[in-house]
């Protein structure tokens, strides 16, 4: 089936700095990649899509500026989280979808712990 | 954007015991799926259930969709220690854009 992996698994910073999350389709091509942010005990909150090739469209209250989103290739899409502060501690998660697999589906990484000192 | 709500928001059972969930959303959908997150973890998709199905099943998984009333139930049969987690419920809409709910956390009692 279809494998997203996301690097680093975990991560840890000191407020101020920045930190880049890596997303990449193993074995498909992902011509969508969508970004998902989790607080404890709470759900996932989309954060942005992005097409191969395109801007990423943010959900309203994203900042754009300081979650910088890349999807240069087909199989990678990389968030940045620009001047990291405590608050933006979370769990972060990509998904996939593209050719290869069903359209209506959508296949998770493994997320990322940011954790921000 | 429409969000799926979960209900309930807890649900502590005993192992052996059946354990019921629903989600309610808002406005039409393509698709609705469940999924399953451990505590820390990535999700876990469970099961789709399209917009023109009724029921489905995989394994000790039980899904309804009622799309008159807008909601689905996920049922699994014989709870185990396994499966305590949250469950969350995710609809998605014609642009492919999934969106979840507040989901559940399930805790199967020894």
Known sequence: GAVVSQHPSWVICKSGTS???ECRSLDFQA???FWYRQFPKQSLMLMATSNEGSKATYEQGVEKDKFLINHASLTLSTLTVTSAHPEDSSFYICSASGTGTYTYEQYFGPGTRLTVT | SQQGEEDPQALSIQEGENATMNCSYKTSINNLQWYRQNSG???V?????RSN??????GRLRVTLDTSKKSSSLLITASRAADTASYFCATDEWDDKIIFGKG????ILP
């Open chain 1, 19 to 21: 930190v880049k999350i």
């Open chain 1, 31 to 33: 011509t969508t990649m």
């Open chain 2, 41 to 43: 973890r990535g999700l």
């Open chain 2, 45 to 49: 998709h469970l099961i789709l259930i």
């Open chain 2, 53 to 58: 199905e009724r029921e489905k099943h995989s």
């Open chain 2, 104 to 107: 559940t956390r399930l805790h």
